[in-house]
């Protein structure tokens, strides 16, 4: 599948450096993660919906928000983004603010509903989450499911199917060595065969550590 998620001449500046890093593409992993240059950013504060979800329409009816969210990712970083460095969370990703022509991304992407305020580790854009919600905008045109829920519940179902309770799937492909989530749009339609080297994961940073990669949407 050709990815339109990627775009040349992306720009990171990372805190530790005094010296901008030139990165060759900036690649969409899903409405709140960028890969940059290699380098796997998770936007500080906010949780979008995954590429898979849908939420609820106003009057009635759901609408794709995740792929939504993904569209309006890429759009906004069309031109060059540059990304913060605020250290590292559990699965390897640097965690950043970004900017993309002087706008922040991490705020854009709350104040037109494609992103919630991630409460769980910052306050950051809770503000910006309220107007959102009174505007009724994006995710907040009706009551729907926060993405973290939306994991929880397809963590709990996959659970119980897989093996040993570990339901994350190591895919090898021609895109490399992947892992999919139960949360991925692609989960249902990947085989784990051990044959061939493909295996079964019990978290996230168990399969990176391993030297598996989340899917790039697109790719």
Same mark, same amino acid.
């Given at each position: ?36 240059? $290699? %380098? /796997?950013?998770?936007?500080? #504060?906010? &949780? ?9 329409? *106003? !009057? =009635? ?18 031109? $060059? %983004? /540059?990304?913060?460095?605020? #250290?590292? &969370? ?9 900017? *993309? !022509? =002087? ?38 045109? *009706? ?77």
């Amino acid at each position: 599948m050709k990815s339109k998620s990627i775009f040349a001449a992306a720009l990171v500046v990372v805190s530790s450096v005094s010296t901008p890093v030139f990165a060759r593409s900036a690649r969409v992993v899903d409405g709140d993660t960028l890969e940059i240059n $290699g %380098v /796997t950013y998770r936007l500080h #504060g906010i &949780d979008a919906p995954e590429a898979g979800q849908s939420c609820e329409k *106003a !009057g =009635g009816g759901k609408w794709a928000c995740g792929k939504a969210a993904i569209a309006a990712m890429e759009d906004l970083i069309s031109s $060059g %983004v /540059t990304c913060d460095n605020r #250290g590292s &969370d559990g699965y390897s990703r640097t965690i950043g603010v970004c900017t *993309a !022509g =002087g706008i922040d991304v991490n705020a854009r992407m709350v104040e037109a509903g494609n992103a919630w305020a991630f409460v769980k580790y910052s306050t950051d854009y809770v503000s910006i989450e309220q107007k959102a919600r009174a505007a009724g905008v994006g995710v907040w045109q *009706a009551e729907t499911e926060s993405p973290w829920d939306y994991r929880a519940h397809k963590w709990d179902v996959a659970k119980q199917e897989s093996p040993d309770g570990c339901p994350i799937k190591g895919n090898i492909s021609k895109q490399g060595m992947i892992y999919h989530a139960p949360w991925s749009p692609w989960y249902g339609k990947t085989k784990v065969s051990q044959e061939e080297g493909e295996r079964w994961f019990c978290s996230e940073g168990e399969a990176i550590q391993a030297g598996w990669r989340a899917p790039i949407w697109g790719n």
